[in-house]
């Protein structure tokens, strides 16, 4: 989705596609034409509107849960994120209110609820504001795709048999200046929860099938891009480690990493969603109860500003559950073409002051692309090392900015060669073409 920055319109139409998009520890879409800064609802003020039932018992349901108990999952699961705290303060300001009911939405209607480019048809460009498709309802759809037709409709046939949902952003317009989300959709896809009580193993319902505490995970991650919020990449190393087998640092997984590895796990927040959450919807006491890591990303040559690396801030004591990440050159103006906009600024928010902090550097997951990608530069950047800052970093008090540390400051020189020098591209050149807005979660 977030097909950078480019011009809105290109943002959505993105959105048709596929979807995913990731800026790390960061916003799903950023005003890339005149602040660069993160798009969210305006003032934390967001209204949903679920698929309703309408008092027919069969309709409006999430695979075999019924409408209301999937309406209360979505409630549930957004209060989750408005109550979060970091170090016992409440880090958001968030209001969600349920909206309108949209009545049952099936394969005939979903045109008029939900933003999308059917799989194989060329759908225009949209001027800012953005959307893709028929629906610019006024309205911010949840829908409960009750056996996966929807979702095979709208992502192409066979998609539900992987993707437990899809969502994001799909209207924004600007308010004195300002650019705000309007309206955003998702889709959850019930055939991840179909299967009734007591169903045999081999029951063709158990494919796909996953846990309904589990399926609260991706339910979770779709809120999170609900909301704006892009996807994180930390601890990939401990993602990796419980896909082999090991859970010893299972809870070290983000809920809003690209990929859904245990939906049960990643439905706790890790401290980098939390902080995401915050740097979008700040709650009055965030900015005074924590510190903020300022610094610059530079190539090799200590001069030139390097986009797209994912810089990373842990508590030397507890790294793995206490870290924040941001990518360089995220906010930014102007043109993002082959991830070549020359700007290297990150901003680690939410340091916890009296805690000490180590920085290090590392490149995005290649793996990490068009759905998956993580913004700004889809392909990843590569061509440096992964490195760790040298000393430590602390703040003694709330609202402080740190910009150096007990060795070095906060800028960073990474080995990447000079391209004013090299001539060479150390890999990783984006191309401008769209990726996606919003999210196809695959397990
Ligand atoms: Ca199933
Ligand atoms: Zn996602």
Redesign the pocket.
Same mark, same amino acid.
């Given at each position: 989705m977030i097909r950078k920055t480019t011009t809105l319109g290109l943002f959505l139409v993105a959105f048709v596609f596929r979807i995913s998009p990731a800026w790390p520890a960061g916003p799903i879409l950023v005003d890339n034409e005149t602040t660069g800064a993160p798009v969210m609802f305006q003032s934390g003020n967001v209204t949903f509107n679920p698929e309703t039932s309408d008092g027919n018992s069969a309709a409006g349901k999430l695979?075999r849960l019924t409408n209301e108990e999937a309406i209360g999952l979505v409630t549930e699961l957004f209060d989750d994120w408005k109550n979060m705290t970091l170090a016992g303060v409440g880090v958001a300001s968030l209001n969600v209110t349920q909206g309108k009911g949209l009545g049952n939405v099936d394969q005939t209607n979903v045109k008029n609820h939900f933003s999308y480019c059917p799989p194989g048809e060329n759908c225009p460009d949209e001027s800012s504001p953005f959307v893709t498709g028929s629906a610019r309802s006024g309205q911010s759809p949840i829908i409960f795709d009750g056996d996966g037709s929807i979702t095979d409709l709208i992502q192409g046939q066979g998609a539900s048999n992987d993707v437990l949902g899809f969502a994001g952003p799909r209207l924004v317009q600007r308010v004195g200046g300002v650019l705000y989300i309007s309206e955003s959709q998702a889709v959850l896809n019930g055939?991840?929860?179909? =299967?009734p009580t007591g169903a045999a193993a081999k029951d063709s =319902?158990?494919?796909?099938?996953v846990a309904v505490e589990a399926f609260k995970g991706a339910i979770f991650h779709e809120l999170g891009h609900f909301l704006g919020l892009d996807h994180v990449q930390v601890n990939l190393a401990s993602a990796n480690k419980l896909l082999a087998g090991d859970a010893t640092e299972a809870a070290a997984i983000p809920t809003m990493l690209p990929l859904y590895i245990d939906g049960q796990q990643q439905l706790s927040p890790h401290e980098d969603d939390i902080v995401s959450l915050a740097l979008l919807y700040p709650s009055s006491s965030f900015p005074d109860s924590f510190c903020t890591i300022q610094g610059v990303v530079y190539e090799s040559d200590g001069t030139t500003e390097f986009q797209g690396v994912n810089v990373i801030a842990r508590n030397v004591a507890n790294g793995l559950n206490e870290s924040v990440s941001f990518v360089s050159g995220a906010f930014y103006t102007g043109s993002a073409a082959s991830c070549n906009a020359k700007q290297g600024a990150y901003t680690l928010r939410g340091i916890v002051p009296g805690r000490s902090y180590s920085i290090e550097i590392e490149r995005i997951s290649s793996t990490f692309t068009g759905g998956s990608s993580i913004e700004p530069c889809d392909p990843p950047i590569g061509g440096f090392d992964s490195q760790k800052v040298e000393g430590s970093f602390s703040c003694s008090k709330g609202g402080d900015v740190i910009k150096g540390g007990s060795v070095t400051t906060t800028n960073i020189i990474t080995t990447k060669k000079s391209s004013t020098t090299s001539g060479g591209s150390g890999g990783g050149e984006s191309s401008d073409d769209d990726s996606g807005g919003g999210c196809s979660l695959i397990p």
């Amino acid at each position: 989705m977030i097909r950078k920055t480019t011009t809105l319109g290109l943002f959505l139409v993105a959105f048709v596609f596929r979807i995913s998009p990731a800026w790390p520890a960061g916003p799903i879409l950023v005003d890339n034409e005149t602040t660069g800064a993160p798009v969210m609802f305006q003032s934390g003020n967001v209204t949903f509107n679920p698929e309703t039932s309408d008092g027919n018992s069969a309709a409006g349901k999430l695979g075999r849960l019924t409408n209301e108990e999937a309406i209360g999952l979505v409630t549930e699961l957004f209060d989750d994120w408005k109550n979060m705290t970091l170090a016992g303060v409440g880090v958001a300001s968030l209001n969600v209110t349920q909206g309108k009911g949209l009545g049952n939405v099936d394969q005939t209607n979903v045109k008029n609820h939900f933003s999308y480019c059917p799989p194989g048809e060329n759908c225009p460009d949209e001027s800012s504001p953005f959307v893709t498709g028929s629906a610019r309802s006024g309205q911010s759809p949840i829908i409960f795709d009750g056996d996966g037709s929807i979702t095979d409709l709208i992502q192409g046939q066979g998609a539900s048999n992987d993707v437990l949902g899809f969502a994001g952003p799909r209207l924004v317009q600007r308010v004195g200046g300002v650019l705000y989300i309007s309206e955003s959709q998702a889709v959850l896809n019930g055939k991840f929860v179909d =299967c009734p009580t007591g169903a045999a193993a081999k029951d063709s =319902c158990q494919t796909p099938e996953v846990a309904v505490e589990a399926f609260k995970g991706a339910i979770f991650h779709e809120l999170g891009h609900f909301l704006g919020l892009d996807h994180v990449q930390v601890n990939l190393a401990s993602a990796n480690k419980l896909l082999a087998g090991d859970a010893t640092e299972a809870a070290a997984i983000p809920t809003m990493l690209p990929l859904y590895i245990d939906g049960q796990q990643q439905l706790s927040p890790h401290e980098d969603d939390i902080v995401s959450l915050a740097l979008l919807y700040p709650s009055s006491s965030f900015p005074d109860s924590f510190c903020t890591i300022q610094g610059v990303v530079y190539e090799s040559d200590g001069t030139t500003e390097f986009q797209g690396v994912n810089v990373i801030a842990r508590n030397v004591a507890n790294g793995l559950n206490e870290s924040v990440s941001f990518v360089s050159g995220a906010f930014y103006t102007g043109s993002a073409a082959s991830c070549n906009a020359k700007q290297g600024a990150y901003t680690l928010r939410g340091i916890v002051p009296g805690r000490s902090y180590s920085i290090e550097i590392e490149r995005i997951s290649s793996t990490f692309t068009g759905g998956s990608s993580i913004e700004p530069c889809d392909p990843p950047i590569g061509g440096f090392d992964s490195q760790k800052v040298e000393g430590s970093f602390s703040c003694s008090k709330g609202g402080d900015v740190i910009k150096g540390g007990s060795v070095t400051t906060t800028n960073i020189i990474t080995t990447k060669k000079s391209s004013t020098t090299s001539g060479g591209s150390g890999g990783g050149e984006s191309s401008d073409d769209d990726s996606g807005g919003g999210c196809s979660l695959i397990p």
